[in-house]
T-cell receptor, first 116, second 109 residues
Framework: GAVVSQHPSWVICKSGTSVKIECRSLDFQATTMFWYRQFPKQSLMLMATSNEGSKATYEQGVEKDKFLINHASLTLSTLTVTSAHPEDSSFYIC????????????FGPGTRLTVL | GQNIDQPTEMTATEGAIVQINCTYQTSGFNGLFWYQQHAGEAPTFLSYNVLDGLEEKGRFSSFLSRSKGYSYLLLKELQMKDSASYLCAVMDSNYQLIWGAGTKLIIKP
């Protein structure tokens, strides 16, 4: 099956620092990658959609200057949380779509970010 | 607006059967997904329905009625490890997933 990895699995950082999260599709080329955020006991919230080689499309209410997304290749997308604050503490999950007929998204294991 | 409704929480007994319902109203339809999510983990794919009817996969089955905007996930022979949240998601006309809030399923011995 399709495998998506995320790195790091968890990160603790000080307020005001930046954190980069990597999302990789290991055995397929991902035409589209998605970044989600999930707060405790809530559902997934789509932050942005990115296609390789083009700018990401951000959902309403998501600050593009704060959450920088780069999709440099068909197997790698990165999310950088700039000037992180405690309210950015959350579970960040990426998913990747190969564009095949099932439209299925394959999820990474998630990254738990804690901002002190 | 777009809306996905599913019960917040359900309780069932080990070995029994449980049905988790999902109703949706979306702009366009390109399939309905069910995902399982254990606490602190990312969702894992369970099923995909794009045509009306029942899809069976082992102990799990998923049903879709597009005319009614309705789906259910049926879990048979429940095991303790099935305790998790079950997320219903619909892919709209823009191929974006619209997520329900999830149903927390509690299995009791």
């Amino acid at each position: 099956g399709a495998v998506v990895s995320q790195h790091p699995s968890w990160v603790i950082c000080k307020s005001g620092t930046s954190v980069k999260i990597e999302c990789r599709s290991l055995d397929f080329q991902a035409t589209t990658m998605f970044w989600y955020r999930q707060f405790p006991k809530q559902s997934l919230m789509l932050m942005a959609t990115s296609n390789e080689g083009s700018k990401a499309t951000y959902e309403q209410g998501v600050e593009k200057d704060k959450f920088l997304i780069n999709h440099a290749s068909l197997t790698l997308s990165t999310l950088t949380v700039t000037s992180a604050h405690p309210e950015d503490s959350s579970f960040y999950i990426c998913s990747a779509a190969s564009g095949r007929e099932t439209n299925e998204q394959f999820f990474g294991p998630g990254t738990r970010l804690t901002v002190l | 607006g777009q809306n996905i409704d599913q019960p917040t929480e359900m309780t069932a007994t080990e070995g029994a059967i449980v049905q988790i319902n999902c109703t949706y109203q979306t702009s366009g339809f390109n399939g309905l997904f069910w995902y399982q999510q254990h606490a602190g983990e990312a969702p894992t794919f369970l099923s995909y329905n794009v045509l009306d009817g029942l899809e069976e996969k082992g102990r799990f089955s998923s049903f879709l009625s597009r005319s009614k905007g309705y789906s259910y996930l049926l879990l048979k022979e429940l095991q303790m490890k099935d305790s998790a949240s079950y997320l219903c998601a619909v892919m709209d006309s823009n191929y974006q997933l619209i997520w329900g809030a999830g149903t927390k399923l509690i299995i009791k011995p």
